[in-house]
């Protein structure tokens, strides 16, 4: 894919392009300091993947997106996880990178946009890197989620329900991939379909964990991970 930077920070910019250069599968035609200076890049040749930041002179990395018809792959870059809400509403981004990027989530970025190329952000969720919250979006609505309200995550097909003290919501992903997103110092995966809070334990009877009230089955296959990790 070939792909542009805007972004104009110069040390955010070496950043990406760090890491841009360690994916074969992209190619880097263009770094631009404003979304003016892209748009003129992009009238001359056809770009399949555009990095932008928000916070941009002259025009913001949103109000760029807005105007463009028939826009490339879009992911976002930016130290504001306050603005994923106009992102979802804008409807055409692929991802939300929140600053400071590891390469590791900025891969696992590239390979969704490369297995899916048609999603969008519609039902992305993301964790801000040493946040106490997260945003999950259901139905078009995102709901902020404090990490300590919630007491486990359930797999069901091609869904997911995240249980909290007071309320579930369900949505359409996969638990391997919030088994990545997670901090791993509060939450284990137990089964194959069960992630929980360790602080939510309450008692464990044989392969039965009580988090709050409810009973979550521990699977054969995640025993020595749960023992290991709990200090049983």
Request: neutral net charge; hydrophobic residues 40%.
């Amino acid at each position: 894919m070939t792909c542009i930077i805007i972004e104009d920070e110069i040390p955010a910019q070496n950043i990406l392009k760090n890491y841009i250069s360690k994916i074969s599968s992209l190619e880097l035609v263009g770094t631009f300091q404003s979304a003016l200076e892209a748009n003129d890049g992009l009238k001359k040749q056809e770009i399949d993947l555009i990095f932008i930041d928000i916070n941009l002179p002259d025009i913001s990395g949103m109000q760029f997106v807005k105007t463009l018809q028939n826009p490339p792959k879009i992911i976002v870059t930016t130290a504001y996880p306050e603005y994923a809400i106009e992102s979802f509403e804008i409807g055409v981004i692929n991802d939300y990178l929140v600053k400071p990027i590891s390469f590791d989530r900025f891969l696992k970025s590239i390979n969704k946009i490369n297995s899916s190329p048609k999603e969008t952000a519609s039902c992305q969720d993301f964790v801000k890197p040493e946040s106490d919250y997260i945003f999950i979006n259901v139905d078009k609505t995102l709901h902020k989620i404090y990490l300590d309200k919630i007491c486990y995550l359930k797999s069901d097909r091609n869904y997911v329900t995240v249980v909290t003290d007071t309320n579930r919501y369900t949505f359409v992903d996969a638990l391997k991939n919030w088994a990545l997103k997670l901090p791993e110092e509060k939450f284990i995966q137990v089964h194959k379909s069960f992630i929980i809070n360790t602080h939510k334990i309450h008692k464990i009877e044989g392969n039965i964990m009580y988090v709050s009230n409810h009973k979550i089955p521990i699977g054969r296959m995640y025993k020595e991970l749960v023992i290991s990790k709990l200090n049983i």
